[in-house]
């Protein structure tokens, strides 16, 4: 089961991001049927100013770990006003 697929069936949403288009055009194709999935082009460590909303929760699958110091530290603060919430 796909991530997206297993979020949509607890009646969730899914709002999938990356910096690279061909791979948010493969997730959509992947997902495509799902109703509550949708896909951004966003800077990970710019989520606060993508005019995505709010979350709940999130699920990173092989993102964060990646990062360097620097782009983990303009993270930071989105995830720590998360954890608050």
Same mark, same amino acid.
């Given at each position: 089961?796909?991530?997206?697929?297993?979020?949509?069936e607890r009646g969730w949403e899914t709002v999938g991001i990356d910096t690279v288009h061909r791979a948010l055009d493969a997730?959509?194709?992947?997902?495509?049927? &799902? @109703?509550?999935?949708? %896909?951004?082009?966003?800077?990970?460590?710019? !989520?606060?100013? =993508?005019?995505?909303?709010?979350?709940?929760?999130? &699920? @990173?699958?092989?993102? %964060?770990?990646?990062?360097?110091?620097?782009? !983990?530290?303009? =993270?930071?603060?989105?995830?720590?006003?998360?954890? &608050?919430?």
């Amino acid at each position: 089961m796909r991530p997206a697929e297993a979020v949509e069936e607890r009646g969730w949403e899914t709002v999938g991001i990356d910096t690279v288009h061909r791979a948010l055009d493969a997730a959509a194709e992947n997902n495509a049927g &799902l @109703d509550n999935a949708t %896909f951004a082009e966003v800077d990970v460590t710019r !989520l606060q100013d =993508a005019g995505l909303g709010t979350f709940d929760s999130f &699920l @990173d699958i092989g993102c %964060f770990h990646g990062l360097s110091h620097k782009p !983990l530290r303009r =993270a930071a603060p989105m995830f720590y006003r998360f954890s &608050l919430n």
